[in-house]
């Protein structure tokens, strides 16, 4: 019972911490926050120039961040080796 | 271990669609450069269409269309292209994944051959993400004993 409580009181104290966080956000859609000031333009112009892709998303995800996207890649393969040494069993 | 699903609606139906799942799942792969899409998805796609074929008919069918050795080995051949790609980069004399350098061995242009790199490293991704789909499901839904249950089966099946 009073474990249950502390770990309530503590719930309560880590949202409000998190949500006192949430007032120091940009305003929505506000065009000079910092993460559309930074290397966005960059990307929106040039895109196309650079990569010859049409598509934003596609030339950040495969090109501009293509180590990350090298490694997402490695964490599903490594999902998958885990679960087959895990659960796989030999036939005797 | 499944159990037996006779069932010649759903059967035939699931004949009809895997194909075309197979088309789209390629499709949202190679149009991923300019409509939403790209590997992740097109490779979930590909590995949803196994994922009916198992649910609508047996696992023994799915893995006499698609082996399991065979499977493994698409597990890692999609990371070594996309690893490749980049090391490929890197021996031209680039960075570690600037595709730019590919049009040394590729005949376009830089801009263009980063465009050619972008779809040979999504294909791995393709690849990797369908077989590792596939694998974890036929892991789970036999809690690991599929190769005893396929041999199980293969018993009763000469027996019958």
Known sequence: MIKKAISIIIAIFAAAALLEGVRAFPKWADPYQPASLHVSPRYIEKTVEETAVPNMVTSVLADYRGYDTMFETSVIFTAGISVMMLLRRRPK | MIAEWE????????????????????????????????????????????ILLVIAYDLNVAKRRFKEKINVIFCSLGVFIYAGTGWACLLLGGKFVDYGKLSLILPTDPIKARYYGMASIETGVEIAVMAIMISIFWDLVTAGKHEEAFKEEEDVGTNR
């Open chain 2, 7 to 50: 069932d010649i609606i759903i059967q035939t139906l699931c004949r009809f669609l895997i194909p075309f799942m197979q088309t789209y799942s390629l499709y949202v792969l190679v149009h991923g450069h300019s409509s939403p899409g790209g590997g992740f998805q097109g490779g979930c796609i590909m590995a949803a269409c196994f």
